[in-house]
């Protein structure tokens, strides 16, 4: 099996998106009436190049990346239940530092509204129980850029351990190249943790 098949065999046609839930949000695929909302916070200079990508420049922009996400069976938009708005995204993608078929990484960006919160805390605990639990896999990833101090903090919460640095691992849109902070979190880890 080769190291992108896992993302094939989780995600394929055979599997479909399940709507995941906690208290306060829903984890849903994303639709083509999300247009709106997801402008909102990728537009922001706040939100998107913490996580690597430039700020939209328009709506026609985020239309086409939008139309990506609608088709993707990895990315999920964040919706807050009480008001039903697009508040962010959270991801299971191939990890591309790690050459293990049965490793994911993880990814999520959320509104600058809503930081502070707990809110991706807790989106992200709920996508933790879902890789183990339901996609049964053995290791999941999360990277920060040394300057994401937020990041770090959910990183921590959601019990990951810290692995190492990367030195200069990312380039992001502008051409800036970062560090990358690893940390992951096993199947045992994970079990051993929930008891």
């Known amino acids: 099996m080769k190291r992108m098949s896992i993302i094939n065999v989780l995600f394929g046609k055979r599997c479909s998106m399940p709507v995941l839930e906690t208290e306060r949000l829903l984890i849903r695929r994303f639709g083509k009436e999300d247009l709106d909302d997801f402008y909102e ?86 996508m933790i129980k879902y890789a183990f639990e339901e996609l049964n896999i053995d290791l999941l990833s999360v990277y920060h850029y040394p300057h994401n101090e937020r990041s770090k903090r959910v990183i921590e919460k959601c019990g990951f351990h810290y692995e190492g640095t990367l030195r200069r691992a990312s380039t992001i849109y502008n051409g800036r190249v970062f560090d990358d902070v690893c940390y992951s979190l096993t199947k045992e880890e994970y079990y051993s943790e929930i008891r």
């Open 41 to 126: 916070y990728a537009r922001n200079p706040n939100v998107g190049p913490n996580a690597g990508w430039k700020p939209h420049a328009s709506k026609q922009e985020t239309k086409e990346i939008l139309r990506q996400f609608v088709n993707s069976t990895t990315i999920w938009a964040i919706v807050d239940k009480n008001t039903s708005k697009v508040i962010g995204s959270i991801g299971l993608h191939a990890d591309r530092k790690r050459d293990y078929q049965n490793a994911m990484m993880l990814g999520y960006v959320l509104a600058e509204p809503y930081w502070g919160r707990g809110l991706m805390t807790e989106a992200v605990k709920r």
